[in-house]
């Protein structure tokens, strides 16, 4: 069973940056997309963002342009920088991978800012 394992998550002040990063434990497609989605106590899971397999991006209006998503087609990982973070990004972030015939999506990392 493939797995999508989060890692860099954490307390940060704002301001602050963190580097969200995320490995598949078994083989997966290199082919298809993939995204970071967030999940706030309360609130519905969104995506933050995405990128397709041609590499073409998109992102949440309330992170453009603070946060980064990247991949990394040879060791299939992909990361989400993000700095300037407010406290309003606090929340449980996933990762997804997705393609034909596949979609796995990540356990959760827990990402909080706070003073």
């Known amino acids: 069973q493939v797995q999508l394992v989060e890692s860099g998550g954490g307390l940060v002040q704002p301001g602050g940056s963190l580097r969200l990063s995320c490995t598949p434990s078994?083989?997966?497609?290199?082919?298809?997309?993939r995204g970071w989605y967030r999940q706030a106590p309360g609130k519905q899971r969104e995506q933050v963002a995405g990128m397709s397999s041609t590499g073409r991006t998109n992102y949440a209006e309330s992170v453009k342009g603070r946060f980064t998503i990247s991949r990394d087609n040879a060791k299939n990982t992909v990361t989400l920088q993000m700095n300037s973070l407010e406290p309003e990004d606090t929340a449980v972030y996933y990762c997804r991978y997705w393609g034909n015939g596949y979609d796995y999506w990540g356990q959760g990392t827990q990402v909080t800012v706070s003073s």
């Open positions: 078994g083989s997966i497609f290199s082919v298809g997309a």
